[in-house]
């Protein structure tokens, strides 16, 4: 059964709950991002398991992304909303609870609720389109906005807190907890949802929404936003993860320079949305946004290939950061114009798991491919961007028409 926001309510109302959601969730994850990473190496019983937790965010949102789209089609938006921001509660008390008695496990379960957490969270931006219909585009790069703040205050609650205990970070992944207590609350705000299919019609409406993979797949929109928002995430989450090691261990540089490098990532990442509202207005403008990222996205690439210094490696992540905020965008608008009402539910699980495959697989990857050196990532980076930037002339006309 399909469920929407009950007519009449005002899109006023319901995106600015949406946005303070987001940016809950995004100081909460800038937390995590910042800190997970030095908490598995610390408690990791080998080495190469020190990234495992960071990982379990992924593996988290991935498993939970299909249920999610079913979920909300049962039970409406506030209901599974609610339910994951609870899940993250307990998530960031994990976390605080393995350093406590130094048990990895413990730290994987924390980071995994997070990572489910963050599949309902996906879901924020098109509960925003929902509710501003011929304006999708401009809804989901508003609540993407609230990042831009978000990549600020994470990485300085996490260093603010690490020190709260004798356990270091402890405090951090307690904040984690509090922030996502504090997205419960605001949640619990968002207007009931109910069916605007009449009862005697219910039946029917739920035979339609049986899914239908390869007609889907076979959709131009559908196919393009997803590869779109795949290589946005694969490269993102590959150079966020690879680029902090390759400050380290190639150029030499320390810490305070590794977190400033990850924060003018992090600013890259949602800061675009705050002006892309604005510069892509206009009704089917996600080819634009989407080819304007991916060329973002190759100049700072093959800046960081051709210097082989590390400004230029912090310019690659500055410069990625923005390129993948403005083609997530641009995949998820075109995915939300790739199906009717009554596939919503399902089709969006399937769209979802795109951008978080990405990012699974660019974490995985990263490993590997700088142990071939690390020029190795970024031609990876610079393939991927070409291949998007070809599939995104194949499919030009179609999308057209």
């Not at 009950?6 to 959601?21: K, M, V």
């Not at 969730?25 to 990234?51: E, H, K, N, Q, R």
């Not at 082989?308 to 390129?323: E, F, K, P, Q």
Request: glycine share 8%; proline share 4%; with cysteine.
């Amino acid at each position: 059964m399909i469920q929407r926001y009950s007519q009449g309510t005002s899109a006023r109302r319901i995106f600015p709950i949406l946005l303070i959601a987001e940016g809950l969730c995004l100081s909460g994850m800038s937390v995590d991002l910042t800190i997970t990473s030095l908490t598995g190496s610390s408690l990791a019983p080998a080495p190469w398991m020190a990234t495992f937790p960071i990982a379990c965010i992924f593996i988290g949102t991935v498993i939970g992304t299909p249920a999610m789209g079913r979920l909300v089609g049962r039970f409406g938006y506030r209901q599974v909303f609610v339910f994951g921001a609870l899940l993250a509660v307990l998530g960031g008390i994990s976390s605080a609870t393995a350093l406590r008695f130094h048990q990895f496990p413990l730290l994987c379960i924390g980071t995994f609720c997070v990572g489910i957490y963050q599949s309902g969270t996906n879901y924020y931006r098109y509960a925003a389109a929902d509710s501003m219909p011929g304006k999708e585009s401009k809804a989901i790069n508003g609540i993407l906005s609230a990042g831009a703040i978000a990549s600020i205050i994470g990485p300085v609650l996490a260093t603010f807190f690490g020190t709260a205990t004798n356990i270091e970070y402890e405090g951090s992944y307690y904040v984690v907890s509090v922030l996502a207590a504090c997205a419960v609350i605001v949640l619990l705000a968002l207007p009931k949802i109910q069916s605007p299919t009449p009862a005697h019609m219910r039946d029917k409406a739920t035979a339609s929404t049986t899914p239908n993979y390869p007609a889907l797949l076979t959709r131009p929109r559908f196919v393009l936003g997803a590869t779109i928002s795949f290589v946005a995430s694969f490269v993102m989450v590959l150079v966020m993860s690879g680029a902090p090691i390759v400050l380290e261990s190639t150029f030499s540089q320390n810490a305070q320079t590794r977190m400033v490098a990850m924060q003018l990532h992090m600013v890259g990442m949602y800061l675009p949305t705050l002006f892309a509202i604005f510069i892509f207005h206009k009704k089917n403008s996600e080819m634009a946004q989407a080819l304007t990222g991916l060329i973002i996205g190759m100049l700072g690439t093959v800046v960081a290939l051709a210097a082989s210094a590390s400004y230029a490696v912090t310019l690659d992540l500055l410069l990625i950061g923005i390129s993948w905020s403005l083609c997530y965008a641009a995949g998820s608008a075109l995915l939300t114009k790739s199906y009717t009402e009554s596939e919503r539910s399902w089709a969006r699980g399937v769209g979802e798991l795109a951008p978080v495959l990405g990012q699974v697989l660019g974490s995985v990857l990263a490993g590997v491919l700088l142990a071939a050196g690390w020029k190795t990532v970024f031609v990876t980076v610079l393939a991927m961007i070409v291949c998007a930037l070809i599939a995104m002339a194949g499919y030009r006309n179609k999308i057209k028409s």
